[in-house]
Each structure stands twice: as C-alpha cells, then as structure tokens.
C-alpha cells in the first residue's frame, strides 16, 4: 500500500463515542485524503491536506475534523459516531508528479 | 455537483474475451482521469491514469480518453479470472486537489 499505514483495521463504536483514525505514510508526501465507501459505493473526499498545517473540506466533512501537525500523520476524527458514519475509510496519499493517487489498506467502522 | 457516472454492472465475460469499462463525467475542466482495481475487501489500486485524447496501453489494459464527448473507457484485453474485481473510474482537475470517483463496475470473468 505504497507506504501508507492506518490504524485501526476495525473498530465497533457506540452512538455518541468518539474515535481517531490514525493515517501514517513514510514517503514525504505533501498531498494526503480521507474517503469512505459505503457499500457498493465509491469513494466520496472527506478532507485533504495539502501539506503541513494545511487541510480543507471535501465533500463530505461534516461530523469529521482533521489536523495535520507533521508530513506523516493526518488523524481523522470522530466527535460523536453516528449510525450514518459506518463505513470504510481509506487514507491516501499523492505521487505529485504523476498525480496519481495510493491508498492505505482501510478501517471499517461501525456505529452501533 | 462534479459526476462521474458508471455503469454498476455486473459485467461477466468469459475467459480470454475483452471486457470493456465506461465512464462518463460532468465537469470539462476535468484534467487528468484513472481507473483503480478493487478486490473484494481491499483497497483501490491504481492501473491506469490518461490525460491526453486517444488511447494508452499497458499489457492487457488499454484506457481511452475521449474530452470532446467527456469520455473515458478501459478495455481489458485476454481476461482472466482474476481481473475479477470492481473497477473505478476517477477524474481529477487540478494536480493534488479533489479527485471524484465514480460507484465503480463489478466484472466478473467466468473461467
């Protein structure tokens, strides 16, 4: 998953919990994504980075937060889980010179 | 609201045959365009990216990019069983920034 690591594979979450998935890449790339995928479904941007200390809104933000305090991480956050929040979520980052995109190998979460 | 439409399937062929993928998009500003492999359970995998009109191959795979009918296509020539997967279609305008999927198509090759 060309150096991309997520953490956790799988969690149960309970309505109203919070959570933090963490995204972790190792080859000094500035861009960085978070999706889901719902079943049968494709990938809809829930926030990007364009490099340290920069993100924004993709089209699905809201009852997420990001932050991106170094190169590496970009932590996505959970306030308070929702059933509608049960999902697969996939970290990505950018080749920028070939503008290509390579993902992490997915958390699936569910909100019970 | 940028789209990017495919057909869900699912797309069966048989072994050896081609098996042709197509996606359609709204914005024309759209720049770059990809198609990523999907297994059951496994994250998207990218197989192609085009940006210039006409056609590109890489062994089996063949993407066609047509920007005047706001078109692309992948042909998957000699399929084999694994080729099996849901194949998404994306489109990119800006280096870096948003990248908009399609729902993707489910290809079964029958052995």
């Known amino acids: 998953n060309a150096g991309v690591t997520q953490t956790p594979k799988f969690r149960i979450l309970k309505i109203g919990q919070s959570m933090t998935l963490q995204c972790t890449q190792d080859?000094?790339?500035?861009?960085m994504y978070w999706y889901r995928q719902d079943p049968g479904m494709g990938l809809k941007l829930i926030y990007y980075?364009?490099?340290?200390?920069?993100?924004d809104k993709g089209e699905v933000p809201n009852g997420y937060n990001v932050s991106r305090s170094t190169t590496e991480d970009f932590p996505l956050r959970l306030e308070l889980a929702a059933p509608s929040q049960t999902s697969v979520y996939f970290c990505?980052?950018?080749?920028?010179?070939?503008?290509?995109?390579?993902f992490g190998p997915g958390t699936r979460l569910t909100v019970l | 609201q940028k789209e990017v439409e495919q057909n869900s399937g699912p797309l069966s062929v048989p072994e050896g045959a081609i098996a042709s993928l197509n996606c359609t998009y709204s914005?024309?500003?759209?720049?770059?365009f990809f198609w990523y492999r999907q297994y059951s359970g496994k994250s998207p995998e990218l197989i192609m990216s085009i940006y210039s009109n006409g056609d590109k191959e890489d062994g089996r795979f063949t993407a066609q990019l047509n920007k005047a009918s706001q078109y692309v296509s992948l042909l998957i020539r000699d399929s084999q069983p694994s080729d099996s997967a849901t194949y998404l279609c994306?489109?990119?305008?800006?280096?870096?920034?948003?990248?908009?999927f399609g729902t993707g198509t489910s290809l079964t090759v029958i052995p």
């Open positions: 914005d024309r500003v759209s720049q770059s």
């Open positions: 990505a980052t950018l080749v920028s010179e070939r503008n290509e995109q390579f």
């Open positions: 080859m000094n790339h500035n861009y």
């Open positions: 980075s364009v490099g340290a200390g920069i993100t």
């Open positions: 994306a489109v990119n305008a800006n280096t870096g920034n948003q990248f908009y």
